[in-house]
């Protein structure tokens, strides 16, 4: 089953504008990590912001932060005053347990910023 | 100065071949991994190796063997490659399990 989910496949946002993606999860385990990783069409993947089950307060790197609403098994990422080169494939993953290796991601959102 | 590099960036080939993927970290990490991204982008575990030891072996035919000659390197080999094996594959490496992962540049393979 799958366990995160990014129901926006492209998302379109004015340079300047703010932008959030979205992103679920399911997990039953309460230790868990929840990141970010940008992929523009050069094709490397980027790491952004990491979000730990247990952690207090919302992350927040530079222009990005993760809203995290541990009820509503959300973390969305925020990203402020877009510019051209935030056009990429965003893609959240999810790493359940304390003792797990393994990233699982989600399907992807393709944000595209508009000049 | 590259943390995780692959060689090659490019892999086109014959079916049926045999090829093998490269992949160095110069990080100090104690864990490699090993994703596939397929033609709709998504990305999935292959291998997880943790101080040259194997850690995750998803659902990925046996044709696939991973070797790790030390912990800084993690090469995927491939026998008789198939159409559906074309796609971009990531090493990527973290220091452990509880932190990001650093990903290579990937290496795009087309079976013809």
């Known amino acids: 089953a799958q366990k995160i989910t990014q129901t926006q496949p492209g998302m379109f946002v004015q340079e300047k504008e703010a932008v959030t993606l979205d992103c679920t999860y399911d997990t039953s385990d309460p230790s868990y990590g929840l990141f970010w990783y940008k992929q523009p069409s050069s094709g490397e993947m980027i790491f952004l912001i990491y979000?730990?089950?247990?952690?207090?307060q919302n992350a927040t790197e530079g222009r990005y932060s993760l809203n995290f609403q541990k009820a509503r098994k959300s973390a969305n990422l925020v990203i402020s005053a877009s510019q051209l080169g935030d056009s990429a494939m965003y893609f959240c993953?999810?790493?359940?347990?304390?003792?797990?290796?393994?990233?699982?991601f989600g399907k992807g959102t393709k944000l595209s910023v508009i000049p | 100065d590259t943390a995780v590099s692959q060689t090659p960036k490019y892999l086109v080939t014959q079916m049926g071949n045999d090829k093998s993927i490269k992949c160095e970290q110069n990080?100090?990490?104690?864990?490699m991994y090993w994703y596939k991204q397929d033609s709709k982008k998504f990305l999935k575990i292959m291998f997880s190796?943790?101080?040259?030891?194997?850690?995750i072996n998803e659902t990925v035919p046996n044709r696939f063997s991973p070797k790790s000659p030390d912990k800084a390197h993690l090469n995927l080999h491939i026998n008789s490659l198939e159409l559906g094996d074309s796609a971009v594959y990531f090493c990527?490496?973290?220091?452990?399990?509880?932190?990001?992962?650093?990903f290579g540049p990937g290496t795009r393979l087309t079976v013809l």
């Open positions: 990527a490496s973290s220091p452990t399990r509880r932190n990001e992962q650093f």
């Open positions: 190796y943790n101080n040259k030891e194997l850690i």
């Open positions: 979000q730990g089950s247990y952690d207090q």
């Open positions: 990080l100090g990490h104690d864990t």
């Open positions: 993953a999810m790493r359940i347990g304390a003792g797990s290796y393994q990233l699982t």
